[in-house]
């Protein structure tokens, strides 16, 4: 049963720039959901995807957007990169019935931008 | 808006004793309070999590309280060993059928045990 995979695992960009990060969920589950964690802090919630449609999001802005294709995997987009972007993007998957909203992390990506 | 605070931001204590992490939350509608052992370049990994209807939860050295009145929440690590050296998280969540589950993570307690 393969667990919630990240690609890439590391990644390198400028100023400016655009990144496509890329997440797979656990087998079975149905939701991503997406986390910045800059160091030394806790992950903070990006936007979660259920049935292919943004159903929440936290306080990022508009530069920062996602997709989830019927396969349930997810894309989380950044344009117009910032040096404060820099950081792990975790994604977390979760299967969404009843009161079951365990999420399993993914091991995430770790994004420079210099 | 919705917040978790959680304290200490580190703890170091002799292998064998306790190590007690203390959290509150903000949101009276969080219901789901996970928390999460981050090792160094690793993921965050779930430990133990409570739900609202429940006041305590324990899991062989590792327990959990929930006092939703004052929005307080703990975990309890006893006969701490070497290997629960790691960073660890409390978080908050609104789960149910219907709506969405987004996590609000505390700061962090970097927690070391001394040999």
């Known amino acids: 049963d393969a667990g919630v995979t990240q690609s890439p695992t590391h990644l390198i960009k400028t100023r400016g720039q655009q990144v496509t990060l890329r997440c797979s969920p656990k087998?079975?589950?149905?939701?991503v959901s997406w986390y910045q964690q800059a160091l030394g802090q806790g992950p903070q919630f990006i936007f979660q995807y259920y049935e292919e449609e943004e159903r929440q999001r936290g306080n990022f802005p508009d530069r920062f957007s996602g997709h989830q294709f019927p396969n349930y995997s997810s894309e989380l987009n950044v344009n117009a990169l910032l040096l404060g972007d820099s950081a792990l993007y975790l994604c977390a998957s979760s299967l969404t019935t009843g009161d079951r909203v365990t999420q399993y992390f993914g091991p995430g990506t770790r994004l420079l931008v210099l | 808006g919705e917040n978790v605070e959680q304290h200490p931001s580190t703890l170091s204590v002799q292998e064998g004793d306790s190590a007690v992490i203390k959290c509150t939350y903000s949101d009276s509608a969080s219901n789901y309070f996970p928390w999460y052992k981050q090792e160094l370049g690793k993921r965050p990994q779930l430990i133990i999590d409570i739900r609202s209807n429940v006041g305590e939860k324990k899991d062989q050295r590792i327990a959990v309280t929930l006092n939703k009145t004052a929005k307080h929440f703990s975990l309890h690590i006893t006969e701490t060993q070497p290997e629960d050296s790691a960073v660890y998280f409390c978080?908050?969540?609104?789960?149910?059928?219907?709506?969405?589950?987004?996590?609000?993570f505390g700061s962090g307690t970097r927690l070391s045990i001394r040999p």
């Open positions: 087998s079975g589950h149905d939701t």
């Open positions: 978080a908050a969540s609104e789960a149910g059928y219907s709506s969405a589950s987004k996590i609000i």
